[in-house]
């Protein structure tokens, strides 16, 4: 496309400046909020007051890998990418080391009265005193490599420490005595058990999946008396093992867990009586009460509680709230999403995540309504929001392009996407024709595009990126297809056993629907991340000829290998619904194979990049290797780059810019 270069006012830097904030957490009085931001390279610490520039921490010039407040006091513990663990009080200003190891603490977690961390040290738990610095470690199981699930310790008041582990090729669950170093309780190894949490009555719970991948339980036992397990929830899904995802929330009297299910094929919000294990339907409808795939409602009080929303528009989350009558109010009403809601210990204020169309994301607090008679109401829409982050798309040359809605039919179901047209742009004639077009794949597949920016670093990025492209002549067009959130169950679950068939179909006609339009030209190229990337490899055999070039990030080339791997270091097989739906391996070799783009590459016609971290911990960078050597053999034009270090998601911003670079030189050579 010669003509690329003559336009664009936006570039890179605009693109690697802006900043992803993660989820906002509280102190334990209400008087400081605190979230990290990733920033060029790593992520950096914000604390402070809404509304007011905040202190920006990064201890001994370390970024940061996580934080966790106090229970009782305005400070809070740090970890740094670099072993540190620090102590950080935002009254005083201060910081100060606790502790630096080689590989660093990891997932550290507060007694309840202030005084202990709990924390992994070279794969083992162990404990710290924050009065006399006094440390203990457990001659108990290791963590093991598996992925975390949303909590890894939890202390009970006399000092019993819930953790969780790996044994038999499976997560559990295990009980401390932090007094004695006996481990006095565990879960069975017959299934998967994560995300321990204490009942008031001094039960345990925590969420339990097996029956490989097709059940789902909420778990309450008595550890003196195993015989009084009961389960609290139980979720199946035998046909495509599409089970919700997201920790059940405890209410603050005790008494109820809630959580958003898929009861009757929507993700709606629930709550749980801990003592009956009775459950009540709070809201209902043909939408999703849920803003990110593994979110769930947060209580506001012991009545209220708060949840993120697409009623009003597919692609869009707004905040409500929901009281124990099943009365709903819109609480953030602003357009674009706003999720991952985060009460204040008072209950007078909530942070939340936003991003929209004309803004990146950011970290704002609503003010709710007193319960004051002489409080004047005051309308959600016409509240103004303080701010904590503020989006980067203000230093930006232009406005980003508004993301227009489309669909199209993909065999029994209608596929929704959201397009850039680059003669929105002040960079592109509006009247130019023959453009070429970029389709953008997420990953998951459990996740959805949404209408404008992202509140996620990957796929805020990517469609950053895409900003970025649409200034230079590309029209792009983001597919939401089979097998995402957002559009229920039934389509959450709709790739079944035809993985890497069907969701490929949907992606083929986001081309279709592309070379349609009028001011494109027949040219159209793919890329995507993870899922995405799996596409873009996928695609060229099942599908040859219809993108003319393809860019995958961190793909699957083999599900078999991949399959294998992931259950040794990524999830127990116990817990994986890949077996269920397409039959083991061994004995379903034809259905493994032909979901692997390995087995069609000697179909492809066009050409392929492909980019891999080398720490990858979510998809082996041994794919980019079956990639490599099976294309070495055959006549297919293909570059590859590995970059040492780096994950799933690449950390650096030089790294995300020659990946940029490469793709965009791939674009403009073959489109």
């Known amino acids: 496309m010669e003509s690329t270069q003559l336009w664009g006012m936006l ?79 935002p009254r005083e200003q201060s910081v100060s080391e606790i502790a630096r190891t080689p590989d660093g603490d990891i997932l550290p977690t507060w007694s309840h009265d202030g005084s202990r961390l709990a924390f992994y040290r070279d794969g083992k738990p162990r404990t710290k005193s924050l009065t006399d610095g006094v440390e203990r470690g457990f001659d108990v199981p290791e963590r093991g490599p598996f992925l975390g699930g949303e909590r890894a310790f939890a202390w009970r008041g006399d000092g019993l420490l819930a953790y969780r582990f790996t044994d038999c090729e499976t997560k559990c669950v295990g009980v401390i005595n932090t007094e004695s170093g006996d481990l006095v309780w565990r879960t069975r190894p017959d299934s998967s058990s994560h995300s321990p949490f204490w009942l008031d009555d001094g039960r345990l719970c925590y969420e339990r999946r097996g029956e490989y991948g097709t059940v789902r ?41 809630a959580a958003a299910l898929p009861v009757d094929g929507y993700e709606h919000i629930h709550v749980i009586d801990v003592s009956s294990g009775e459950r009540t339907q709070l809201t209902e409808g043909a939408f999703e009460d849920k803003g990110l795939a593994d979110s769930t409602p947060r209580w506001i009080d012991d009545e209220r509680l708060v949840f993120a929303s697409n009623r009003r528009d597919t692609g869009q989350r707004q905040l409500y709230t929901v009281t124990l009558d099943g009365t709903t109010e819109p609480l953030v009403e602003t357009a674009g999403t706003n999720v991952e809601p985060r009460p204040s210990p008072a209950g007078d204020h909530v942070a939340y995540l ?65 397009l850039l047209d680059p003669r929105q742009s002040e960079s592109v004639p509006d009247d130019a024709t023959d453009l070429p077009s970029v389709v953008y794949v997420h990953g998951g597949p459990m996740r959805q595009i949404r209408d404008g920016f992202h509140p996620s670093r990957s796929y805020g990025l990517a469609y950053a990126y895409q900003q970025y492209l649409a200034t230079n002549g590309y029209v792009g067009l983001f597919v939401n297809y089979r097998g995402g959130i957002g559009y229920g169950r039934a389509f959450r679950g709709a790739i079944g056993g035809d993985r890497g068939r069907v969701e490929m179909d949907d992606i083929a006609r986001a081309a279709d629907y592309l070379r349609a339009l009028e001011y494109t030209a027949d040219s159209v190229g793919q890329w995507g991340l993870s899922y995405g990337g799996y596409a873009a490899l996928q695609l060229p055999g099942t599908h040859p000829g219809t993108f003319d070039v393809t860019v995958n990030i961190a793909g699957l080339a083999d599900t078999a290998n991949y399959h294998e791997w992931a259950t040794e270091t990524k999830f127990p097989a116990i817990a994986s619904a890949a077996t269920t739906v397409m039959g083991h391996p061994l004995e379903n070799p034809d259905r493994w194979d032909d979901a692997s783009p390995v087995t069609h590459m000697d179909r ?68």
């Open 217 to 257: 339980e909420f778990i309450a036992v008595d550890i003196d008396d195993p015989a009084t397990e009961s389960t609290l929830f139980q979720e199946v899904d035998e046909e495509t093992g599409a089970l919700s995802r997201g920790s059940p929330r405890l209410s603050p009297d005790g008494t109820l867990l």
């Open 604 to 671: 492809y016609e066009t050409p392929v990049y492909n980019f891999h971290g080398t720490a990858d911990r979510y998809v082996n960078v041994e794919q980019q290797d079956i990639v490599v050597n099976t294309l070495l053999d055959l006549d297919v034009e293909f570059e590859a780059e590995y970059y040492p270090d780096e994950g799933h998601v690449f950390s650096k911003r030089s790294t995300w810019r020659r990946t940029f670079e490469k793709i965009e030189a791939a674009f403009d050579e073959h489109l």
């Open 354 to 418: 936003h991003a929209s169309r004309d803004r990146s994301p950011e970290v704002r607090v609503r003010e709710l309504e007193s319960d004051s008679a002489d409080a004047a109401p005051t309308e959600p829409a016409t509240q103004t929001d303080a701010k904590l982050t503020h989006s980067g798309l203000r230093d930006w040359p232009e406005p980003p392009i508004e993301p227009e809605r489309v669909s199209f039919e993909s065999g029994e179901l209608t596929i929704e996407g959201y």
């Open 11 to 89: 570039t890179l830097n605009d693109v690697l400046d802006l900043e992803w904030p993660t989820a906002p957490k509280w102190s334990s009085c209400g008087s400081f909020l605190a979230a990290t931001v990733h920033e060029d390279d790593g992520k950096v610490l914000l604390v402070g007051h809404p509304g007011k520039e905040p202190l920006r921490v990064r201890p001994a010039d370390e970024h940061v890998a996580e934080f966790t407040w106090s229970p009782t006091e305005p400070q809070l513990v740090c970890t740094t990418e670099d072993g540190l663990t620090a102590l950080v009080d």
